[in-house]
């Protein structure tokens, strides 16, 4: 590369003079929904001590980190301080959106879970999780995303409950669980967040999921709400095509050679995706009361890998002509970034507070990247310049790194404060012990 050419690489992807701009207006957004301008400015160094470059992540370090002399204030804002996160998250949903949009958005809606050490926290128990690797004590909150062809973000979240835990009152009180929340099942939480979605305003034409989510409750809400919905099911789902009903591996296997065409759906970091799909048509199960069932097209999508014949199924409902475009994938790509860069599997918290203001706390910073990389993105493709081209498009991990050097405020690392947290992490650590001592001390004692 030459002199010339590494030049134009750097104006191209370092010129972030607007973005400190940008953090500034996202966050004066929702300047209203605090109580306090202490709480609010609690809450802006919290979100930028996300973005810092740190070995571990929790309120004491986070506090460390944004020149606090104990966690107390972070301690406060996520437990008691009087702040209404869930609006929060609405301003900065909105603030998203209203970049992102193209025109042809849709919502992904997917879960995650995150390891737990102790079943103190809320809704910790032992479940199935594929973050995880398979069953272990984990939280597993459901995730929505917002999706378009300039970039994607996550926009909301629920908490997901096992039906012991839900019904376990005294682990409730204890962690603050709301009394008027009761157990529901995953795609019973992605239907209520579609719902405020829809209240919300949120551009959106189509929702997708996968296994988990294609039941027949789901798919009428998404109808209910003028969405269309690609969404996959198990082998042995049964649909209604003509007179027969069946499942949709049986169906599948009716298919004639010709029936199957091969097709790119899209392309990542390794080229292109090509599947073999074929398309059956089948009776609409889930028309919703007072809809015509005529209106829109329903079908089973049957794809196949090229190399190892791996067959899925995805039941389909489309209101109008569409294109194939596989974007569910991004949804996979949000909670592996908000983890890595946000740290929103990191919150060392218990209550029902606490993890849901952790949690957009974390969403918050995420979407200030995600949306800030969907921007250079759409920059460095509108200037078209052939200096430019053998650039990959900028990523939200890249973008941080440049962030950290040109925007945010370093972690404070001068001695006198190293120091004082160095004592006050000793003296804590020390009153811990003896209450731990004196616990079980009296534990041994009583019959």
């Known amino acids: 590369m030459t002199q010339h050419q590494n030049e134009t690489a750097a104006s191209a992807t370092v010129d972030h003079e607007g973005h400190d701009a940008a953090f500034g207006g996202l966050l004066a957004s929702a300047a209203d929904c605090f109580a306090r301008s202490e709480t609010r400015q609690t809450f802006e160094r919290m979100v930028r001590g996300m973005l810092m470059e740190l070995e571990d992540v929790n309120c004491w370090s986070l506090a460390e980190a944004i020149g606090e002399r104990g966690p107390h204030r972070l301690h406060h804002l996520l437990s008691r301080a009087v702040w209404d996160e ?28 995150d390891a737990k050490s102790s079943t103190d926290a809320v809704a910790a128990a032992r479940q199935y999780s594929d973050s995880v690797g398979g069953v272990d004590l984990c939280q597993v909150a459901v995730h929505l995303t917002f999706a378009t062809t300039r970039g994607h973000c996550l926009i909301g979240r629920r908490l997901y409950f096992t039906q012991e835990w839900a019904a376990d009152e005294e682990r409730r009180e204890l962690t603050g669980v709301p009394d008027k929340l009761c157990f529901a099942t995953k795609p019973q939480l992605a239907a ?20 988990v989510y294609g039941g027949r409750e789901l798919r009428t809400t998404c109808r209910e709400l003028g969405l269309g919905y690609v969404v996959g099911v198990r082998s042995n789902h049964r649909v209604t095509t003509g007179p027969v009903k069946l499942s949709v591996a049986k169906a599948a296997a009716r298919l004639p050679k010709r029936a199957w065409q091969r097709m790119r759906t899209g392309a990542g970091q390794k080229g ?9 048509e089948v009776t609409a199960d889930d028309t919703p009361n007072g809809h015509d069932p005529d209106t829109g097209t329903s079908v089973l999508l049957v794809r196949r890998h090229r190399y190892t014949r791996t067959v899925s199924y995805y039941r389909c409902f489309a209101p109008g002509p569409v294109s194939l475009v596989c974007r ?14 946000c740290h929103l599997d990191k919150g060392q918290v218990t209550c029902w507070n606490s993890w849901h ?48 050097a040109l925007m945010l405020p370093p972690p404070r690392r001068d001695r006198e404060h190293l120091l004082w947290w160095s004592t006050w992490r000793r003296r804590h650590q ?16 009583t019959p």
């Not at 301003?91 to 995650?112: K, Q």
């Not at 979605?197 to 996968?210: E, K, T, V, Y």
């Open 430 to 445: 020390h009153r811990a012990r003896l209450c731990h001592r004196r616990w079980h001390a009296y534990a041994d004692t």
């Open 192 to 211: 209520d967040m579609l719902r405020a979605a829809d209240q919300q305003g949120i551009p959106a034409s189509f929702f997708l999921g996968d296994e």
């Open 86 to 113: 869930e609006a929060v998250l609405e301003r900065t949903t909105a603030w998203a959106v209203d970049v992102l949009d193209d025109g042809d958005g849709i919502l992904i809606a997917d879960e995650t879970g």
């Open 328 to 341: 569910r994938w991004r949804v996979e790509d949000d909670f592996q970034d908000a983890k890595e860069i």
């Open 357 to 404: 203001r952790w949690s957009v706390t974390a969403l918050v910073a995420y979407a200030f990247l995600a949306v800030t990389a969907a921007l250079e993105r759409v920059a460095q493709t509108g200037r078209n310049d052939p200096d430019e081209a053998d650039l990959v498009p900028l990523s939200s991990h890249e973008l941080l790194r440049l962030l950290r």
């Open 272 to 280: 292109v995706r090509d599947y073999d799909w074929a398309m059956i």
